[in-house]
């Protein structure tokens, strides 16, 4: 059973739905629950998976993250954190290599 509810959009996502929903021959009601139900199915399988995650596990998946985030944006941080994590943190003077 479908319940009204009310959303707020800004101009130009009101502006972009409409037109896909023309696009599509599809109503702007029926594009805005498909795309409400695939973001809640993503993330739920994600708060899933990150409640069965280990400590170690954790810390692995942001790794990864990291690394997308470094390959998209073209950003790679300094790879003698682990020897000057001083430096980085509190900004003492960096140890020789």
């Known amino acids: ?46 708060v899933k998976r990150s409640k069965k995650m280990s400590g170690a596990e954790a810390l692995l998946e942001l790794a990864k993250r990291a690394e997308e985030i470094d390959k998209k944006y073209g950003y790679f941080g300094p790879t003698d954190g682990s020897v000057n994590h001083d430096y980085y943190l509190y900004g003492l003077p960096k140890k020789k290599k």
């Open 1 to 46: 059973m479908l319940q009204r509810t009310q959303l707020m959009l800004d101009d130009q996502l009101k502006q972009d739905l409409l037109e896909l929903a023309e696009l599509t021959n599809r109503s702007m009601s029926d594009l805005v629950r498909e795309f409400v139900a695939e973001r809640v199915e993503e993330n739920k399988k994600r």
